[in-house]
């Protein structure tokens, strides 16, 4: 049974840092794709930012520079790290797993699994 647990989410201020993890287990972790995605109130939900099971990584634009992704096939862990927070990235964080891992997409239509979420919510 594929499983994802998202954690590290919290309340920062403008500027601040957060560090999201998401464990995952119930299939082989290294052959899929793995994707952070976002939503906020009355919002659809985002891709912001994806990495394929090669290391290779995609970034909505909102978040270049400010956010990065990484995983530790080892320990089946993914990571969001997340500096210069604004109050506009203040949503609901989720990670997925897609079945296709040599590619690192950002649309939601692309993963086949879900975490609970996780939130973060910067105040200015």
């Known amino acids: 049974q594929v499983q994802l647990v998202e954690s590290g989410g919290g309340s920062v201020q403008s500027g601040g840092s957060l560090r999201l993890s998401c464990a995952a287990s119930?299939?082989?972790?290294?052959?899929?794709?793995m994707g952070w995605f976002r939503q906020a109130p009355g919002k659809g939900r985002e891709g912001v930012a994806a990495?394929?099971?090669?290391?290779?990584?995609s970034y909505a634009d909102s978040v270049k520079g400010r956010l990065t992704i990484s995983q530790d096939n080892a320990k089946n862990t993914l990571y969001l790290q997340m500096n210069s927070l604004k109050p506009e990235d203040t949503a609901m964080y989720y990670c997925a797993a897609g079945r296709g891992g040599y590619y690192a997409p950002l649309d939601v239509y692309e993963y086949n699994y879900w975490g609970q979420g996780t939130q973060v919510t910067v105040s200015s």
């Open positions: 119930g299939y082989t972790y290294s052959s899929y794709c």
């Open positions: 990495i394929d099971s090669d290391g290779s990584t």
